[in-house]
């Protein structure tokens, strides 16, 4: 990056993934700051930024106006909430390899930090620099405080899979990994980067890939290869990939924006924040994975959402299955969120396919918790 200026124009793509990060972080922040109140724990929360950048982009090619990058996005909404309760804390530590870019977010940041808070910038490699980070939160006995680390590297990432397991073991932990795709595809085959997606990938499986298949055949597989790996070599329970669709780029993402984590509300959070996000060229769409039967090369967006939950309702028979569980589930394996899910149930029902037994006082056009919802012994051959 050394010729490279800095900072340097914004890309259509950015721009989506910053949207992104504020529609996420925003109720991040608030859940849990009003959860700690409420529980009377202090209000501390600690946010990553692992690969950085310079905090600033220029606008457009005339360079002469400028909009925030990810650790300036997140520092303005830190500032709105410790603003509503001078009590909160939120720790901050950023990390970029490349001093052009440190010493613009220094200053940056320096500035924006309005509350006195943590805030630290350091020129570093995430995978050298994130353990002494992690040392410093434990020795401020923080080591339980709700952490959000995001990994946003260019192209291919250069560290270890395996690490992302220690960060894990904060079961509060999230992750928010910007998966590039489009760059991975390119690189697979090229002996110059085995080394490197070795090390990303935690083994050489992606090496398995059919080098004749078309790109999108490609980046299914290595997408999904990866996913499987976050929970393989990372320990994640939760993993959900976003994918980002820009409109220059068809059904072929730049990237994916995987959200990993051990705690399914948080990974409810996540979903319920980007379903509200809709913009008319771009379109973020949460892939549920079918972590049982899925085959490396199975596309799980070809499903809907209703076939899933029939087939899951199915698989209980003649067992019922509370909401809740079915929700839970529904949130892990298919793309929708409580409202797609609850309308997807009532489909089933009205269909005939299954049956919804209401608690008393649930109104018949509602499915929520306590409702116990079995399959329709009608169409169990079916
Ligand atoms: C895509 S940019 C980050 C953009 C920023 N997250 C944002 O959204 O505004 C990736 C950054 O990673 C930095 N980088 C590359 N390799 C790195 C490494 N090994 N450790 C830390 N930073 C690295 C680059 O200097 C670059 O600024």
């Not at 220059?248 to 705690?263: E, F, M, T």
């Amino acid at each position: 990056m050394k010729d490279i200026e800095v900072p340097w124009v914004i890309q259509e793509h950015t721009k989506v993934k910053h949207e992104l990060l504020k529609q996420y972080i925003s109720p991040w922040m608030n859940i849990l700051f009003r959860t700690q109140k409420k529980f009377r724990y202090p209000q501390v929360l600690i946010y990553i930024d692992g690969f950085s950048g310079p905090g600033i982009y220029y606008t457009d090619e005339k360079r002469d106006s400028l909009c925030n990058g990810s650790p300036l996005i997140v520092a303005e909404i830190a500032n709105t909430y410790i603003e509503q309760d001078k009590s909160r804390k939120i720790l901050m530590y950023c990390i970029d390899i490349e001093k052009k870019c440190t010493d613009i977010l220094k200053e940056r940041l320096k500035k924006s930090n309005q509350y006195d808070q943590k805030w630290e910038v350091y020129e570093a490699d995430f995978e050298r620099k994130i353990f002494e980070i992690i040392s410093d939160i434990e020795g401020k006995k923080l080591v339980g405080a709700p952490m959000f680390i995001f990994i946003d590297p260019i192209g291919y990432s250069g560290y270890q899979i395996g690490i992302l397991k220690d960060l894990l073991s904060n079961p509060r932990t999230e992750l928010f990994i910007n998966f590039m795709i489009y760059d991975i595809v390119r690189f697979c085959e090229t002996k110059q980067f085995e080394s490197l997606l070795t090390k990303q990938f935690g083994d050489e499986e992606y090496k398995k890939i059919d080098t004749t298949s078309n790109p999108e055949t490609k980046q299914l597989y290595l997408k999904n290869l990866y996913c499987q790996n976050l929970r393989k070599y990372a320990n994640a329970e939760y993993v959900m990939p976003f994918r980002v669709n820009t409109p220059d780029q068809g059904q072929r993402p730049r990237y994916y924006l995987i959200h990993v984590s051990k705690n399914i509300k948080a990974l409810k959070v996540m979903k319920n924040s980007m379903s509200k996000i809709s913009q008319a060229d771009y379109s973020f769409e949460a892939i549920g994975i079918n972590t049982l039967q899925m085959s490396l090369f199975n596309d799980p967006e070809k499903i809907s959402i209703e076939e899933k939950l029939k087939e899951y309702c199915r698989s209980a028979f003649p067992k019922p299955l509370e909401y809740t569980h079915i929700e839970d589930w529904a949130y892990v394996n298919t793309n929708g969120v409580a409202k797609t899910i609850k309308d997807s149930l009532k489909i089933l029902e009205e269909k005939g396919i299954i049956e919804i037994r209401r608690k008393k006082g649930q109104r018949a056009n509602t499915v929520t918790d306590g409702a116990l919802i079995r399959f329709s012994k009608d169409y169990i051959h079916e």
